[in-house]
């Protein structure tokens, strides 16, 4: 065989194991969240095209929205639109990293204040990712099982929060 064509045979063989690293490489980064949150969830957290940002609170009267989380009902204080805002598609990329997420802490059996939600909705399919974030928890509406989150949840709050009329945590 020539060197030219043992040449072009190397270089083949190096870009199909490189690429198959970074298939690798991009699986094992989400594959914990994607087993948390279902990978119909994930792909509506990565791809929806109607995101909302809603802010929650206590329960005081039945004239709100109302939101079943982690077996509490929280209300609906007031929903965002904010599908367009620049620097979603990185806020949505973080929700679906491992790293962002403490796997070795169990979330303590205690009530939490649930007071954040991002809402995501495409072609008649929705999903709502609830968050307390005094306590750094998330979990999905309407189902049980919640995981701790790290230092993003700080991000998420200081990229939705400037879009919500209220602060996230404040009761009307």
């Given at each position: 065989?020539?060197?030219?064509?043992?040449?072009i045979l190397?270089?083949?063989?190096?870009?199909?194991?490189?690429?198959?690293?970074?298939?690798?490489?991009?699986?094992?980064?989400?594959?914990?969240?994607?087993?948390?949150?279902?990978?119909?969830?994930?792909?509506?957290?990565?791809?929806?095209?109607?995101?909302?940002?809603?802010?929650?609170?206590?329960?005081?009267?039945?004239?709100?929205?109302?939101l079943q989380?982690?077996?509490?009902?929280?209300?609906?204080?007031?929903?965002?639109?904010?599908?367009s805002l620049?620097?979603?598609?990185?806020?949505?990329?973080?929700?679906?990293?491992?790293?962002?997420?403490?796997?070795?802490?169990?979330?303590?059996?205690?009530?939490?204040?649930?007071?954040?939600?991002?809402?995501?909705?495409?072609?008649?399919?929705?999903?709502?990712?609830?968050?307390?974030?005094?306590?750094?928890?998330?979990?999905?509406?309407?189902?049980?099982?919640?995981?701790?989150?790290?230092?993003?949840?700080?991000?998420?709050?200081?990229?939705?929060?400037?879009?919500?009329?209220?602060?996230?945590?404040?009761?009307?």
């Amino acid at each position: 065989m020539s060197r030219g064509k043992c040449a072009i045979l190397t270089m083949v063989l190096l870009g199909c194991a490189l690429g198959g690293y970074a298939v690798w490489h991009h699986y094992r980064q989400g594959r914990r969240i994607l087993e948390f949150w279902g990978s119909e969830a994930a792909m509506l957290i990565r791809h929806a095209d109607q995101v909302e940002v809603w802010r929650l609170g206590p329960q005081a009267d039945h004239s709100r929205s109302q939101l079943q989380v982690d077996g509490q009902t929280v209300a609906v204080l007031e929903q965002v639109e904010i599908s367009s805002l620049r620097g979603l598609v990185h806020a949505r990329h973080a929700l679906i990293i491992d790293r962002n997420y403490d796997w070795s802490a169990a979330p303590e059996g205690r009530l939490v204040a649930w007071n954040l939600a991002l809402h995501f909705r495409q072609d008649g399919q929705q999903v709502t990712l609830v968050f307390a974030t005094d306590s750094r928890l998330a979990c999905i509406a309407g189902r049980t099982g919640v995981v701790r989150v790290t230092k993003m949840m700080d991000r998420v709050v200081e990229f939705v929060t400037p879009h919500l009329a209220g602060t996230v945590g404040q009761n009307p």
